[in-house]
């Protein structure tokens, strides 16, 4: 079946850092791909995501580019703030995000410092 | 954005006991409700879809005597935890996509407690 893999945290940062946060997939069709966040004691927000392969997704500053080739939608940031501490998760669905569940990474933790 | 709420934000129960999660979409409408429960440390794993005025879809290895799930609105999906255990206890958390819409939207979960 369909899985996500993504790097495990915590990540520890400095504020104005440059952050990569690294997730590869297995599907066996051509899955639409996401990044959600998750920032303490709130729900799961879509950050962005790419339905196809080299679509690159971007919102708030992060951005991340659908890799066909690699299987892989790394995220990345040029100066992450101490806003952007939160956990994130790397995700995807065969069916274009609306008829049918994502299937998740386990999250990756990110702790910004100033 | 659309908003989904889950009620209540956090339940402890006794074992044998059952608990009613509510999930609701606040300002649209979802033929579509999806359930997930997360673990310490670990992703979220789809449980279920949940389909209005339907029964609703389970993933392998989710029983559907445990978890029983009714999506009696456009607005509204229920996910009850008959006799927890627990085993049980754990972060469940439902999201919706606007009908349509390709994007889904999640509540903010709830933490079953089993004693």
Known sequence: GDSVTQMEGPVTLSEEAFLTINCTYTATGYPSLFWYVQYPGEGLQLLLKATKADDKGSNKGFEATYRKETTSFHLEKGSVQVSDSAVYFCALTESGGGADGLTFGKGTHLIIQP | ?115
């Not at chain 2, 649209?28 to 209005?52: C, G, I, V």
Request: proline residues 4%; hydrophobic residues 35%.
């Open chain 2, 1 to 115: 954005g659309a908003v989904v709420s889950q009620h209540p934000s956090r339940v402890i129960c006794k074992s044998g006991t059952s608990v009613k999660i509510e999930c609701r979409s606040l300002d649209f409408q979802a033929t579509t409700m999806f359930w997930y429960r997360q673990f310490p440390k670990k992703s979220l794993m789809l449980m279920a879809t949940s389909n209005e005025g339907s029964k609703a879809t389970y993933e392998q290895g989710v029983e559907k005597d445990k978890f029983l799930i009714n999506h009696a609105s456009l607005t509204l999906s229920t996910l009850t935890v008959t006799s927890a255990h627990p085993e049980d206890s754990s972060f469940y958390i439902c999201s919706a996509p606007v009908v349509g819409g390709d994007t889904q939207y999640f509540g903010p979960g709830t933490r079953l407690t089993v004693l």
